[in-house]
């Protein structure tokens, strides 16, 4: 099952960047069914969640099924599953304060990058020709602000 799975990656990994995807609306799904899924992903602390409506297509299967969720409660439940998600995200990446962890740097020009859990990392005391892009550095996290890291240089790999 799902949920043990997840338990026993927490146990063994508990700072393991996990990310899902959220599907709300889809056709037939009742108000209990969305409690249970918002429930799941307050139960887990998902590094990302990509949340969205289901969007009706015509020719497809789906967009002929009975039970159509209207737009408005499709998107209500996508934001608030995000909301969910955000709040999750900020606690995860809170964690790694005074943590040294890897990035790999997107943004030479801010000095930015992704870690490992897929973290966006700042390191804004750096030096820019010391991060180029695509490079691997190691940094020392010193805050985490919205589900963001802020980082100090340690040493390039």
């Known amino acids: ?40 992903v307050a139960r887990h602390r ?14 497809t299967v789906a967009a002929s099924l009975p039970r159509q969720c209207d737009h408005e409660t499709r998107s209500g439940r996508a934001h608030e599953i995000a909301d969910i998600a955000r709040r999750n995200r900020a606690d995860f990446a809170a964690a790694f304060r ?6 790999v740097v997107e943004d030479e020009k801010d000095i930015a990058g992704w870690t490992g859990e897929y973290l966006w990392c700042t390191v804004p005391t750096a030096k820019s020709g010391d991060f180029p892009r695509k490079s691997i550095r190691r940094v020392r996290v010193v805050s985490a602000e919205a589900g963001k890291l802020v980082a100090t240089p340690i040493s390039a790999l």
């Open 98 to 103: 005074n943590r040294e962890v890897e990035i």
């Open 1 to 40: 099952e799902l949920e043990s799975l997840l338990a026993r990656i927490d146990t063994l990994l508990p700072n393991c960047g996990l990310g899902c995807d959220i599907m709300t609306g889809f056709p037939g799904e009742t108000e209990l069914d969305f409690r249970e899924s918002a429930a799941f």
């Open 46 to 59: 998902f590094s990302n969640v990509h949340a969205f409506p289901f969007s009706r297509r015509p020719g």
